[in-house]
């Protein structure tokens, strides 16, 4: 599956972006699809992942009560909203597939770049002001 992230910019902190992940192949298909961040100097992190079919989810702490995921199986598009931004916010974003029917249900150790298989290219999102 090949995966496209898109809807980065350069935002003020308190603002909203929400990147959208579209997907070769349709979401009915897939397992669970992931969105990770990498900023300057640093390994790429965990943000949110999505079981598709069930729609179980796992946020890091650093993100919850601020960012969401939801996915439009029709458009076959994940989508991450993401609200009151933050400077440490600043990164790459990706999006990815864990193919694993195993990694269920999701849960912190699942949701983690070394259990995903296919990437798609970063979108840079980065809040300053």
């Known amino acids: 599956v090949q995966l496209q992230a898109s809807g980065g910019g350069l935002v003020q902190p308190g603002s909203s972006l929400r990147l959208a992940c579209v997907t070769s192949?349709?979401?009915?298909?897939?397992?669970?699809i992931g969105w990770f961040r990498q900023a300057p100097g640093k390994e790429r992190e965990e943000v949110v992942c999505i079981h598709i079919s069930d729609g179980r989810t796992y946020y890091v702490d650093s993100v919850k009560g601020r960012f969401s995921v939801d996915r439009d199986i029709a458009k076959n598009t994940v989508y991450l909203q993401m609200d009151s931004l933050e400077p440490e916010d600043t990164a790459v974003y990706y999006c990815a597939h864990d193919r694993k029917l195993s990694n269920w249900p999701m849960r912190r150790e699942v949701c983690v770049p070394s259990e995903y298989d296919s990437w798609g290219q970063g979108t840079q999102v980065t809040v300053s002001s």
């Open positions: 192949e349709s979401l009915k298909n897939l397992n669970s």
